[in-house]
Nanobody, 124 residues
């Protein structure tokens, strides 16, 4: 399995920016895609974005399109989430996730490995 460790969360004012990092280790050769989910209070864990490791193809939830950018550093086995123009509704615990195979599902159950989560709080 792949081990994932997130970092970079914190408190930021609305309109500000934050960059999250997710470092992968272990059986990284088996990874098809890595991405981010978020879990806000009172809501289900929800897909934010992911990137196909080999091709760099990306997909974003409508709620973050134009504001968030996912990227990868192949040499470091690390994926990043650049978050700009942050809104209070972006406040959540952000989880890095990975999966071994392609799927047209972006529910949490379709991902195999998970990080511990990092808190992002956006103040108004």
């Amino acid at each position: 399995q792949v081990q994932l460790v997130e970092s970079g969360g914190g408190l930021v004012q609305a309109g500000g920016s934050l960059r999250l990092s997710c470092a992968a280790s272990g059986r990284t050769f088996s990874t098809y895609a890595m991405g981010w989910f978020r879990h806000a209070p009172g809501k289900e864990r929800k897909f934010v974005t992911n990137i196909v490791w080999s091709s760099g193809a990306t997909l974003y939830a409508d709620s973050v399109k134009g504001r968030f950018t996912i990227s990868r550093d192949n040499a470091k086995n690390t994926v990043y989430l650049q978050m700009n123009s942050l809104k209070p509704e972006d406040t959540a615990v952000y989880y890095c996730a990975a999966r071994k195979y392609y799927s047209d599902s972006y529910y949490p159950s379709s991902f195999d490995s998970w990080g511990q989560g990092t808190q992002v709080t956006v103040s108004s």
